[in-house]
């Protein structure tokens, strides 16, 4: 082995090619992928569909109805495919 190659991986340690230990249950990741979605969502379609909401509004589970029926009723073509997505 190459010593700029032991001495990168002697640098990474073990990190670099262990996978995550935590264990979440399918359900429970695409809760958590559908709050991402609807949080970049509020934040990407803030100026068409939520102007009158607080800017820095943190989206949380419970809200994911309300933000796909805001970009369906007051967004474009892009807004109403996210918010269909969201739907899901």
Known sequence: MDSAVRDYFSAIGRRGG???RRKLDPE???NMT???DAR???KK???N???SFAP?????IDDIPWVAD?????GGRDAWEVGTRLCR
């Open 49 to 51: 569909c939520f102007w």
């Open 56 to 60: 820095d509004y943190i989206v949380e």
């Open 40 to 42: 970049r969502a509020y």
């Open 45 to 47: 379609f803030y100026a």
């Open 34 to 36: 559908r709050v991402r």
């Open 70 to 74: 805001q970009l369906m009723k007051h």
């Open 28 to 30: 429970t990741a695409r």
């Open 18 to 20: 262990q996978r995550s």
